[in-house]
């Protein structure tokens, strides 16, 4: 994977807003102002927890939900701006890996007929052209087409199904490979051979990657950059090293606190009640709990959970602003600025 910041991004996405109506008064607010942007043979992990608008994210970057407002611009065509065939034709450039892979692909459609249905649609060669492209493309994701091609999915393990979702989003030879969660659902180990799949297939292809996951330690493999979010904010967005080793924003301190470490429990799994537990590297969060997406909080929208808000957290959002090169925040003190002599809880420091 190589960083490419020159020339075009694949995707840019500038203040990007998605809001899903309930009713005449109730609107989830799912994606709020969200800017980012993927260059060529990039990889950009997408990550939060449930809930916080990733996988929204995704879904509008394709049109599968209608952005309320904001611009997207994929390969040099702005997408929410296009109607009817062209926007049929510039969707050809961005291509999404279902988190699912068994429901993800019809049941009732053999697999050969699955992966030849987007050529098909698009008038791609041949019939004979096709199958062979079929065959070539299972070939890359490791099956063999002999034994596969003819079956169903539900004659399928789940890696094999994910396997061919690979092949049919590579069909048509997509600038943007967006991955929803490819491997939540699958066994650790199969977890393996599909993260290294994807590495392979990105530097053949030299495509663009969004890839979307809760799990930090599947991105930090796989990414270049990391992006976080928070019901539906932007808080932070970097080189996956400095994020990693240097976080900004209380909660992707608290999502990397989060990663079991395996010394960690080995040292600690036979200790009594009662007796000292692993310290976390930053404090516990506010018992206030999680906010709601209907009624989002002002402010930082973190505020409510974080050890070091303060009444600026409260009361104005923060904007996204580089710390470090090419490391951007969206906090009022990012927390390698905290003065850790004022960290004694909420109210009594910084920001989130």
Not at 16 to 37: F, T, Y
Not at 157 to 186: F, H, N, T, Y
Request: with cysteine.
């Amino acid at each position: 994977m190589n960083i490419s910041g020159n020339g075009s991004p694949v995707l840019l996405i500038e203040d990007l807003v998605v809001e899903i109506p309930l009713s005449i008064r109730k609107r989830v607010h799912a994606v709020s102002g969200i800017s980012m942007n993927i260059y060529p043979n990039e990889t950009v992990g997408l990550v939060g927890e449930s809930g916080c608008g990733k996988s929204t994210t995704g879904k509008a970057i394709i049109g599968l939900v209608r952005p309320t407002s904001g611009y997207i611009r994929l390969n040099g065509h702005d997408v929410i701006g296009l109607k009817g065939k062209p926007l049929r034709q510039a969707r050809r450039n961005a291509q999404l890996v279902f988190q699912d892979p068994i429901s993800s692909l019809n049941p009732r459609r053999s697999i050969l007929k699955t992966i030849v249905e987007p050529m098909a649609v698009w008038s791609m060669g041949t019939p004979a052209k096709r199958r062979e492209k079929v065959v070539e493309l299972l070939e890359q994701v490791g099956l063999d087409p002999a034994l596969i091609a003819d079956r169903f999915p539900y004659q399928l393990s789940g890696g094999q199904c994910q396997r061919v979702s690979i092949a049919r989003a590579l069909a048509l030879s997509p600038a943007l490979l967006i991955c929803d969660e490819p491997v939540s659902a699958l066994d650790v180990s199969v977890q393996a051979q599909i993260l290294n799949l994807l590495h392979d297939l990105q530097d053949q292809y030299k495509m663009a990657m969004l890839f979307i996951s809760h799990d930090l330690s599947v991105i930090r493999n796989m990414s270049d950059r990391i992006a976080v979010m928070y019901m539906g904010r932007m808080c932070e967005m970097g080189p996956t090293t400095q994020v990693y080793n240097e976080p900004l924003h209380p909660y992707t301190r608290m999502l990397l606190d989060a990663i079991p470490n395996p010394e960690s429990i080995s040292t600690h799994s036979n200790l009594i009640p009662g007796s000292a537990t692993p310290e976390l590297s930053s404090p516990p969060p506010s018992p206030e709990g999680i906010s709601s997406p209907l009624h989002p909080p002002s402010g930082c929208r973190f505020h409510p959970r974080c050890p070091y808000a303060d009444i600026s957290c409260q009361t104005t959002q923060p904007e996204m602003a580089e710390v470090r090169q090419r490391h951007l925040v969206a906090c009022h003190h990012p927390v390698g600025q905290i003065n850790h002599t004022a960290e004694i809880g909420l109210n009594g420091g910084s920001s989130g």
